[in-house]
């Protein structure tokens, strides 16, 4: 049986100028030679239009019960796996992609209200995710380790959703590193990316 996969692409840039699509795309590569009945829905945030929720879409979430981030909400909850390309902005993730969770989690449909506390809806089914991105410095290890908020972030909202099967893909040093030693790096990161993509 296929499964939904959803791509959300968190990126302004154009493909061939971003390092982040460009592992991406090297992932998609094998993961579509290994699931070609798979279906893959392309989700760019930015030809989408997210934007930080405002007075009109608060209002909208208590009074109407169907609105844009109850769309967003159902599609994402109707996939099966999920693969987030988004490269390192200031130690995080770029806005849009917290603006695009603040659609997603959405009370009724990723997660619910409890006497406990909040509780995630989306553990119903063995969801996984892929969180692919490029960072100018190293996060991964070494001494700047514990300012990386965005991978921290992206497993942390997807486990409060009951989505705990995050892998991460990391392309890292491409402010640091020039020449051949960026290279090296970079086809290092193209060789996980086919081992990634193949077993996801
Ligand atoms: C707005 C902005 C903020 C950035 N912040 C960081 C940062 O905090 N740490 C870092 O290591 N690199 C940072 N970078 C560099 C990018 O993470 C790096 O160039 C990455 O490889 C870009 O991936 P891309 O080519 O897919 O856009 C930043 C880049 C931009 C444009």
């Known amino acids: 049986m296929y499964r939904k996969i959803l791509y959300i692409k ?18 998609l590569k094998y993961y579509k030679q290994e699931n070609p009945d798979d279906q893959i829905t392309e989700l760019d945030l930015y030809k989408e239009g997210i934007k930080c929720l405002d007075q009109k879409m608060l209002k909208e979430l208590s009074d109407k019960e169907r609105n844009e981030m109850h769309r967003h909400a159902l599609q994402f909850a109707k996939s099966d796996k999920y693969i987030i390309a988004a490269p390192m902005w200031n130690l995080s993730v770029p806005a849009i992609l ?33 969180h692919i991105v490029s960072r100018g410095g190293q996060y991964s290890e070494g001494p700047y380790k514990a300012f990386e908020m965005g991978d921290e972030y992206v497993r942390t909202i997807l486990g409060f959703m009951g989505i705990i099967k995050v892998e991460t893909l990391a392309l890292e040093n491409t402010n640091v590193l020039n020449g051949n030693e960026l290279h090296e790096k970079v086809r290092e990161a193209y060789k996980e990316a086919k081992r990634m993509g193949k077993h996801f």
């Open 98 to 130: 917290k603006a695009y969770f603040d659609y997603v989690s959405y009370a009724g449909i990723t997660f619910k209200y409890t006497e406990k506390g909040p509780m995630g809806l989306l553990g119903d089914k063995p969801r996984r995710v892929m």
């Open 10 to 27: 968190a990126n302004p840039k154009p493909e061939e100028d971003s390092y982040t699509f460009k592992l991406a795309n090297e992932f």
